[in-house]
Antibody, heavy 127, light 108 residues
Framework: QLQLQESGPGLVKPSETLSLTCSVS??????????WGWIRQPPGKGLEWIGS???????YYNPSLKSRVTISVDTSWNQFSLNLRSVTAADTAVYYC???????????????????WGKGTTVAVSS | SYELTQPPSVSVSPGQTARITCSGD??????AYWYQQKPGQAPVLVMY???ERPSGIPERFSGSSSGTTVTLTIRGVQAEDEADYYC???????????FGAGTKVTVL
């Protein structure tokens, strides 16, 4: 059974870089059927997609975060990572990693949805 | 930017039917997906491609689509269904994922 586990510091200082890793077990990150991505949820608020990556390294980012975000993949370790630069208190959130199913049909073309999620890790930005 | 609109809250008595809507200009041309999130837990996929139910999700959950609105229906609501529900879709290029603001379902 596929499992995803986020790891990284729970506290980051303002202006520094938030770095998280998602370790994938029970399946290969190199499958052509999936993307892998990050989603966050500020306290008491809704979900926000941060970005996604394919095992080949192809990435898509939320335009509102694109200038500060880098997502990378390490297929040898079966994991992918998030770097968010120049953080502020507004980046305080629970960060989730998730597998994105990648499909295609003749009606709507490519589609993606998140079928397996990690438990999430809380990151606070504070001095 | 592309937005999905959900009602903030829906209240329903046990055994009754809850309907949660999600509206977006492109939903007539794109699939929508639904996630259930209980307090302190990660979201769980409960509906994909508008009407498909993942294995393990109870049959009382169903989805429908009409024009630019998709609906998640929970028939015979149980106390355990009390949660936040988020719809999600992508833009037409499928490179941008967007979530609705979420609907809190309260079982009275």
């Amino acid at each position: 059974q596929l499992q995803l586990q986020e790891s990284g510091p729970g506290l980051v200082k303002p202006s520094e870089t938030l770095s998280l890793t998602c370790s994938v077990s029970g399946g290969s990150i190199s499958s052509s059927s999936y993307y892998w991505g990050w989603i966050r949820q500020p306290p008491g608020k809704g979900l926000e997609w941060i970005g996604s990556i394919y095992y080949s390294g192809s990435t898509y980012y939320n335009p509102s975060l694109k200038s500060r975000v880098t997502i990378s993949v390490d297929t040898s370790w079966n994991q992918f990572s998030l770097n968010l630069r120049s953080v502020t208190a507004a980046d305080t959130a629970v960060y989730y990693c998730a597998r994105h199913v990648r499909g295609y049909d003749l009606t709507y073309g490519y589609y993606y949805y998140m079928d397996v999620w990690g438990k999430g890790t809380t990151v606070a930005v504070s001095s | 930017s592309y937005e999905l609109t959900q009602p903030p809250s829906v209240s329903v008595s046990p055994g009754q039917t809850a309907r949660i809507t999600c509206s977006g200009d492109a939903l007539a041309e794109l699939y929508a997906y639904w996630y259930q999130q209980k307090p302190g837990q990660a979201p769980v996929l409960v509906m994909y491609k508008d009407t498909e139910r993942p294995s393990g999700i109870p049959e009382r959950f169903s989805g429908s689509s009409s024009g630019t609105t998709v609906t998640l229906t929970i028939r015979g609501v149980q106390a355990e269904d009390e949660a936040d529900y988020y719809c999600q879709s992508t833009d037409r290029s499928a490179t941008y994922h967007v979530f609705g603001a979420g609907t809190k379902v309260t079982v009275l």
